[in-house]
């Protein structure tokens, strides 16, 4: 069974980069078709694809997100890691990494095609 957590600081200040890794055990983040994506939810909102790493390192990102989104893997350690830099207080939120699935061509964006999640890390941006 696999399992997802989430490590990273818990305050950022506006303007610096947020910076959080998935640690995945049970399952490789290499193995085929895996989609390893982060997910967000801002307080008193809907959950929010930011994007996505595929198995073999492809990464697509949320059009919204994508100038300030990284998405970065180290095999040896079975992590992938997510920076979001210049942010602002708009980035405070509870943050997960999720596992979906590929089918075919498909990755999934929608927050509801993940069924294997972290128990989420809650990120502040305030000086």
């Known amino acids: 069974q696999v399992r997802l957590q989430e490590s990273g600081p818990g305050l950022v200040k506006p303007s610096q980069t947020l910076s959080l890794t998935c640690t995945v055990s049970g399952g490789s983040i290499a193995s085929s078709y895996y989609a390893w994506s982060w997910i967000r939810q801002p307080p008193g909102k809907g959950l929010e694809w930011m994007g996505v790493?595929?198995?073999?390192?492809?990464?697509y990102y949320s059009p919204l997100l994508k100038s300030r989104t990284s998405i970065s893997r180290d095999t040896s350690k079975n992590q992938f890691s997510l920076q979001l830099s210049s942010v602002t207080p708009e980035d405070t939120a509870v943050y997960y990494c999720?596992?979906?699935?590929?089918?075919?061509?498909?990755?999934?964006?929608?927050?509801?095609?993940?069924?294997?999640w972290g128990q989420g890390t809650q990120v502040t941006v305030s000086s």
């Open positions: 999720a596992r979906g699935y590929i089918s075919g061509t498909y990755y999934p964006v929608n927050p509801s095609e993940y069924g294997d």
């Open positions: 790493m595929l198995y073999d390192g492809r990464t």
